[in-house]
C-alpha cells in the first residue's frame, strides 16, 4: 500500500490542486516502512492524479479537494480520505490504526463555476493560502 499525503512543513496542505509536495508513506502489513517528500514538478489538479498513479499510490489523505480531482482520483483507482488537517504523520498513523477523522464530502468549491456560491473549502475554511 502507499499513502500519499498533501504536505507542507510537516502539515497537511489543505487545497489538494496547488500542493507543491505529497509525502508518500510505503505501507507493509499495517506499517510504515519508508516515507518521502517527492515535489510535484509544477503539476496540478487533475494532472495530479496521474502523477500519483505513476508513484503507485493507492490512497491520498487531504483536505479540501474540487470535483474534478476527485473524479480523476476515483479513474486512477486512488482511495481518498478528504477533509483532513493536522500533522501527515499522525493522519498516517491513525488510517492505519482504523481512527482517522476524515469528511467523505470534503470539497473545495470556491473555484467550482457551476456552484459559484463563493464558499471556501468545507474544512476550515483554510483552501489555498499560497
Known amino acids: 500500500m502507499k499513502i500519499a499525503v498533501t504536505y507542507e512543513q510537516g502539515e497537511i496542505f489543505q487545497h489538494f490542486g496547488h500542493t507543491e509536495e505529497f509525502k508518500i508513506y510505503t505501507v507493509e502489513e499495517g ?3 519508508d516515507a518521502q ?3 510535484t514538478q509544477g503539476s496540478g489538479h487533475g494532472a495530479l492524479a496521474g502523477f500519483l498513479g505513476a508513484l503507485g499510490v493507492d490512497t491520498l489523505i487531504c483536505g479540501g479537494i474540487g470535483a474534478g ?6 479513474e486512477a483507482g486512488i482511495r481518498l480520505y ?3 488537517s493536522g500533522d501527515a504523520d499522525q493522519a498516517v498513523n491513525a488510517l492505519l490504526a482504523g481512527k482517522l477523522d476524515f469528511d467523505p464530502n470534503a470539497r473545495c ?4 463555476h457551476e456552484h ?3 464558499e471556501g473549502c468545507h474544512h476550515g475554511g483554510s483552501c489555498g493560502g499560497n
Open 82 to 84: 478528504g477533509g483532513v
Open 69 to 74: 480531482a476527485q473524479a480523476a482520483l476515483a
Open 31 to 33: 506499517r510504515v516502512t
Open 109 to 112: 468549491d470556491h473555484h467550482d
Open 37 to 39: 517528500v517527492e515535489d
Open 116 to 118: 459559484g456560491h463563493g
